[in-house]
């Protein structure tokens, strides 16, 4: 999935992800394919669930 459609399945902007990668603040295992940034849906659902359970 790519950044946008990322940011759209967490309900935050584009920009805030990129942050959150840049700083490393959650690891959410980008995956770089040449100049652009995809996310597997299984590391959000992950990121997702333990948010909900903290």
């Given at each position: 999935?790519?950044?946008?459609?990322a940011a759209?399945?967490?309900?935050v902007?584009?920009?805030?992800?990129?942050?959150?990668?840049?700083?490393?603040?959650?690891?959410?295992?980008?995956?770089?394919?040449?100049?652009?940034?995809?996310?597997?849906?299984?590391?959000?659902?992950?990121?997702?669930?333990?948010?909900?359970?903290?």
């Amino acid at each position: 999935m790519d950044r946008k459609s990322a940011a759209r399945y967490l309900r935050v902007s584009p920009g805030t992800l990129a942050v959150w990668d840049c700083t490393k603040r959650y690891d959410l295992k980008p995956i770089k394919v040449g100049r652009s940034v995809r996310y597997r849906r299984s590391d959000l659902d992950k990121f997702l669930e333990e948010r909900l359970c903290s």
